[in-house]
């Protein structure tokens, strides 16, 4: 059985940095294009970030670039995000989810991914 189980979320002032894991099992992330998503409260889930391990694909949306980074650890199947100077926008449910096959082409789109875990929260305050 897939399953994905997301963790580090919590409560951080603005400006400072978490790092959420996605570690996943009954699967290898290496044949799996995994990705970041978040729902804010009132608002859709929105796309933030990709990983393909397979071919080193990534994508980040714009509204994080150079604020979050996206990488890998195959030995522990884990993906993790990293959120560097946090703002009050960033507040949402963080999900990760995960499609068999290899690359961040269709990344966005929430159709593309199989699995999906519970979410993880973190909250920026001001």
């Known amino acids: 059985e897939v399953q994905l189980v997301e963790s580090g979320g919590g409560l951080v002032q603005a400006g400072g940095s978490l790092r959420l894991s996605c570690t996943g099992s009954?699967?290898?992330?290496?044949?799996?294009?995994v990705g970041w998503f978040r729902q804010a409260p009132g608002k859709e889930r929105e796309a933030v970030s990709c990983?393909?391990?397979?071919?080193?694909?990534?994508a980040v949306v714009d509204s994080v670039k150079g604020r979050f980074a996206i990488s890998s650890d195959t030995a522990t199947n884990t993906i993790y995000l990293q959120m560097n100077s946090l703002k009050p926008e960033d507040t949402a449910i963080y999900y990760c989810?995960?499609?068999?096959?290899?690359?961040?082409?269709?990344?966005?789109?929430?159709?593309?991914?199989?699995?999906w875990g519970q979410g993880t929260q973190v909250t920026v305050s001001s």
């Open positions: 989810a995960a499609t068999y096959g290899v690359g961040c082409a269709f990344y966005a789109e929430r159709t593309f991914y199989t699995y």
């Open positions: 990983i393909s391990t397979e071919d080193g694909d990534t």
């Open positions: 009954g699967f290898t992330f290496g044949d799996y294009t």
